[in-house]
């Protein structure tokens, strides 16, 4: 009476259920649950027709739309595995993925035709509606006779280094799917706005996810705040994930226009920590914001930030505070979170000590694909380690205070680069800014501030640093402070490694 669990189980049943209700709109088009069904039975019977067979990859190089949507399930519907591809990437690192996966057929959208790769041992499709068309009768599903074997792959941002490749299962993408469904409150209702890009963990699971409940996806091709203003108010959206960039252009682009959402919106922010005043911005916006933490390789969130009744209490801003926590491991997804010390003991819950990030459960990946050693490191004492340092508070909500790499040691003692971001962040001109460690001749470390003020805003080196010394240990301050755009990876994450060397760059032409 045990079948094996997998988001295909999701399609079947909202296509039965709601047949006749709205699954995708993409511009002009709309697609009931049932065309929605039908459209991926046709893109898995044109790719067996091209002879797709179960394990092999096949591989989709396009922005938000009904395409990346339906290839979330039509290869998988034939055993084969799907590898979502950052369009941010460039052509080499591209043509790298795609070797390294083994990917038989691309999908791309013609626009971005000019990055696919010019190999003779992959098939490169870009007309999409031809595809479907060609399909010769039903396809031929494929039984999922494993749950826990392999349904993607995603590449991680490859901030140093090659990017590695993280394997997701049946299992694993169900169990998160229906985390994201019980903790963010979605159901046939739900109006579900694609600001997230659907490469990034596989849209953080949602796009199995929407389909469970039976909900509607709002196609929006790139993050844009105009676009994505303009859809909430006409299509009722009712949800939405992002960045914090992609979440404070939002809230900038209402507050410069003191729009105040109209309907209910849930937005879901995670890929970096939000700051207290992203936070405390977007719900300026009428918006009631949830904040998620986890990485690639726990399918996207592995941890959210529950809102206790007693928060309602608040002030807006004692709020967002609490809010700008990391919290604790999602109810369904059969999850255990640490946070140790570097003799793997758990570090005491007071807010101060701080120790990694460990992860184990259902939503954790089956490892790196063919990089056994980085697999073995990621998991050693069996639990994966996710690099990212943490402090327990009292109530067990876990706090994420700086990336191993990113802590600056100053004099001896540790400096949250998050903590001093939060503080900056909080002054009324700064849009975005990053902490990195500055060599110095007597503390060895300080930190160094890289600041991006909002539009129209103006803001002084001096005026910023006085800002953080009369908020917080001046040992902590930045003692310099540069201004213009801060470099981002392709998934929106601040590049630091590139900061760093900026500061290599100016240390050594002094």
Same mark, same amino acid.
């Given at each position: 009476?045990?079948?094996?669990?997998?988001?295909?189980?999701?399609?079947? $049943?909202?296509?039965?259920?709601?047949?006749?209700?709205?699954?995708?709109?993409? =511009?002009?088009?709309?697609?009931?649950?049932?065309?929605? #069904?039908?459209?991926?039975?046709?893109?898995?019977?044109?790719?067996?027709?091209? @002879?797709?067979?179960? &394990?092999? $990859?096949?591989?989709?190089?396009?922005?938000?739309?009904?395409?990346?949507?339906?290839?979330?399930?039509?290869?998988?519907?034939?055993?084969?595995?799907?590898?979502?591809?950052?369009?941010?990437?460039?052509?080499?690192?591209?043509?790298?993925?795609?070797?390294?996966? @083994?990917?038989?057929?691309?999908?791309?959208?013609?626009?971005?035709?000019?990055?696919?790769? +010019?190999?003779?041992?992959?098939?490169?499709?870009?007309?999409?509606?031809?595809?479907?068309?060609?399909?010769?009768?039903?396809?031929?599903?494929?039984?999922?006779? +494993?749950?826990?074997?392999?349904?993607?792959?995603?590449?991680?941002?490859?901030?140093?280094?090659?990017?590695?490749?993280?394997?997701?299962?049946?299992?694993?993408?169900?169990?998160?799917?229906?985390?994201?469904?019980?903790?963010? =409150?979605? +159901?046939?209702?739900?109006?579900? *706005?694609?600001?997230?890009?659907?490469?990034?963990?596989?849209?953080?699971?949602?796009?199995?996810?929407?389909?469970?409940? =039976?909900?509607?996806?709002?196609? *929006?091709?790139?993050?844009?705040?105009?676009?994505?203003?303009? *859809?909430?108010?006409?299509? @009722?959206?009712?949800? *939405?994930?992002?960045?914090?960039?992609?979440?404070?252009?939002?809230?900038?682009?209402?507050?410069?226009?003191?729009?105040?959402?109209?309907?209910?919106?849930?937005?879901?922010?995670?890929?970096?920590?939000?700051?207290?005043?992203?936070? %405390?911005?977007?719900?300026?916006?009428?918006?009631?914001? #949830?904040?998620?933490?986890?990485?690639?390789?726990?399918? &996207?969130?592995?941890?959210?930030?529950?809102?206790?009744?007693?928060?309602?209490?608040?002030?807006?801003?004692? %709020?967002?505070?609490?809010?700008? $926590?990391?919290?604790?491991?999602?109810?369904?997804?059969?999850?255990?979170?640490?946070?140790?010390? &570097?003799?793997?003991?758990?570090?005491?819950?007071?807010?101060?000590?701080? /120790?990694?990030?460990?992860?184990?459960?259902?939503?954790?990946?089956?490892?790196?694909?063919?990089?056994?050693?980085?697999?073995?490191?990621?998991?050693?004492?069996?639990?994966?380690?996710?690099?990212?340092?943490?402090?327990?508070?009292?109530?067990?909500?876990?706090?994420?205070?700086?990336?191993?790499?990113?802590?600056?040691?100053?004099? /001896? !003692?540790?400096?949250?680069?998050?903590?001093?971001?939060?503080?900056?962040?909080?002054?009324?001109?700064?849009?975005?800014?990053?902490?990195?460690?500055?060599?110095?001749?007597?503390? /060895?470390?300080?930190?160094?501030?890289?600041? &991006?003020?909002?539009? @129209?805003?103006?803001?002084?080196?001096?005026?910023?640093?006085?800002?953080?010394?009369?908020?917080?240990?001046?040992?902590?301050?930045?003692?310099?402070? !540069?201004?213009?755009?801060?470099?981002?990876?392709?998934? /929106?994450?601040?590049?630091?490694?590139?900061?760093?060397? $900026?500061?290599?760059?100016?240390?050594?032409?002094?």
């Amino acid at each position: 009476m045990i079948s094996p669990l997998t988001p295909l189980e999701f399609l079947a $049943r909202s296509a039965s259920v709601y047949a006749d209700r709205t699954a995708v709109v993409d =511009g002009q088009r709309r697609f009931t649950y049932a065309e929605f #069904s039908a459209r991926i039975d046709r893109l898995a019977a044109a790719l067996q027709r091209l @002879g797709i067979a179960p &394990g092999d $990859r096949v591989a989709v190089l396009a922005y938000n739309g009904v395409m990346p949507l339906e290839a979330h399930f039509g290869p998988m519907l034939i055993g084969a595995v799907l590898v979502m591809l950052n369009f941010r990437l460039a052509a080499p690192e591209l043509a790298w993925i795609l070797k390294h996966c @083994g990917a038989k057929l691309l999908l791309v959208d013609p626009d971005l035709r000019n990055l696919a790769p +010019d190999d003779p041992n992959l098939l490169v499709i870009d007309d999409y509606e031809a595809l479907l068309a060609s399909a010769q009768g039903p396809a031929v599903p494929v039984e999922v006779a +494993d749950e826990n074997s392999l349904i993607c792959i995603n590449y991680t941002s490859g901030t140093t280094g090659f990017p590695k490749g993280v394997m997701f299962s049946h299992r694993g993408a169900w169990v998160n799917a229906i985390g994201e469904l019980t903790e963010h =409150g979605l +159901d046939a209702r739900s109006v579900y *706005l694609w600001t997230l890009p659907l490469f990034h963990c596989n849209g953080w699971c949602f796009p199995w996810a929407v389909t469970a409940a =039976g909900g509607r996806n709002i196609c *929006l091709a790139k993050p844009n705040a105009a676009e994505a203003v303009a *859809l909430i108010e006409a299509e @009722g959206v009712t949800h *939405l994930c992002g960045a914090p960039v992609v979440v404070a252009s939002i809230a900038q682009y209402c507050a410069e226009r003191h729009i105040r959402f109209s309907r209910p919106l849930r937005i879901v922010t995670a890929g970096a920590p939000p700051t207290p005043a992203v936070i %405390r911005d977007a719900e300026e916006t009428g918006a009631e914001i #949830s904040h998620a933490y986890g990485l690639t390789e726990t399918y &996207g969130p592995h941890t959210v930030c529950v809102a206790k009744p007693e928060w309602t209490a608040m002030s807006l801003a004692d %709020r967002a505070l609490a809010k700008a $926590r990391q919290g604790v491991a999602y109810m369904v997804a059969g999850t255990a979170l640490r946070v140790v010390d &570097g003799n793997m003991q758990d570090v005491p819950k007071d807010g101060e000590s701080m /120790g990694e990030v460990l992860m184990r459960g259902n939503n954790v990946m089956i490892g790196y694909y063919n990089n056994p050693e980085a697999t073995a490191e990621a998991f050693e004492g069996g639990w994966f380690h996710s690099g990212d340092l943490a402090v327990v508070h009292p109530d067990g909500y876990i706090e994420v205070r700086d990336r191993k790499k990113d802590i600056v040691i100053s004099g /001896g !003692e540790n400096i949250s680069s998050i903590e001093v971001e939060k503080v900056l962040a909080d002054h009324p001109a700064v849009a975005e800014v990053a902490i990195v460690a500055e060599p110095d001749l007597k503390w /060895g470390e300080v930190p160094k501030a890289y600041v &991006g003020l909002k539009s @129209g805003a103006v803001a002084s080196a001096d005026e910023l640093i006085e800002w953080c010394r009369a908020r917080m240990s001046h040992f902590k301050c930045p003692r310099h402070i !540069e201004f213009g755009l801060l470099p981002r990876t392709a998934t /929106g994450k601040i590049r630091k490694n590139e900061l760093r060397a $900026r500061v290599r760059a100016s240390q050594a032409g002094q």
